[in-house]
């Protein structure tokens, strides 16, 4: 959670589709999050294998047949070293899991000379696009003052301060009171010269 501008600034948000909007309840705190993907979305993992041929550690990348979301983890099967799981709902091809369970991705017969030793994920590629993001801004207090999609957190925080006392906000810069009461005299003076 990022947090912008003082207490008494006006917090001018920009969102990633050009909308502009000002926050008085500030500091203000921002937060963008991903937008779940539902629930036995499809999907491929794609990870590095690590095995052992006599002795000597090799690696390899790889990507597993398509799966279900959602994604809990990938790991070398216990006691049966020659396999590779991933906890998912099931194939992408076959009807969604009620649960998630560790499945066999990777494997083959039983060699004694070759074994996995680790499995690391590099990263879940997705079939549909990316869903985007949640932008959430929060008030001093806490309270939820704005929420909305965009397609990324590209956001930008301007902090507009308050004016000092004895000067007039005219929006992007402070007037003094004083200046501007003399000027109100003098074009009234003039006003009233030439009638």
């Known amino acids: 959670m990022a947090q912008f501008c003082n207490q008494g600034d006006t917090a001018r948000v920009t969102f ?7 926050f008085t309840d500030t ?6 999050e991903d937008i779940p993907r ?9 990870y590095d294998a690590y095995y052992s041929d006599f ?5 390899y990348r790889t990507t597993s047949a398509g799966r279900r979301l959602p994604y809990e983890g990938i790991r070398v099967q216990p006691g049966y070293p ?17 649960e998630t369970k560790w499945q066999s991705i990777a494997g083959r017969p039983q060699r004694t000379d070759r074994i ?27 309270d939820e003052l704005f929420s909305a999609e965009f ?23 402070c007037l003094q009171c004083d200046s501007v009461l003399s000027a109100i005299k003098n074009i009234r003076s003039l006003v009233i010269s030439r009638l």
Do not use: H, M
Not at 82 to 98: H, N, Q
Not at 123 to 134: A, E, Q, R, V
Not at 157 to 171: A, F, I, Q, R, Y
């Open 16 to 22: 990633p589709d050009g909308s502009i909007q000002d």
């Open 27 to 32: 500091p203000i705190n921002i937060i963008c």
């Open 38 to 46: 539902p629930d036995c979305e499809p999907f491929s993992i794609t």
């Open 55 to 59: 002795g000597v550690i090799t690696v």
């Open 82 to 98: 020659w396999i590779i799981e991933a906890k998912t709902r099931g194939l992408a091809f076959s009807f969604c899991e009620d």
């Open 116 to 142: 996995f030793v680790d499995a690391i994920l590099v990263s879940l590629n997705y079939t549909n696009p990316d869903p985007g993001k949640i932008i959430k801004v929060f008030g001093s207090a806490g």
């Open 151 to 173: 397609p990324n957190c590209n956001y930008s925080v301007e902090c507009l301060e308050e004016c000092p006392p004895n000067t007039l906000d005219c929006g992007d810069c």
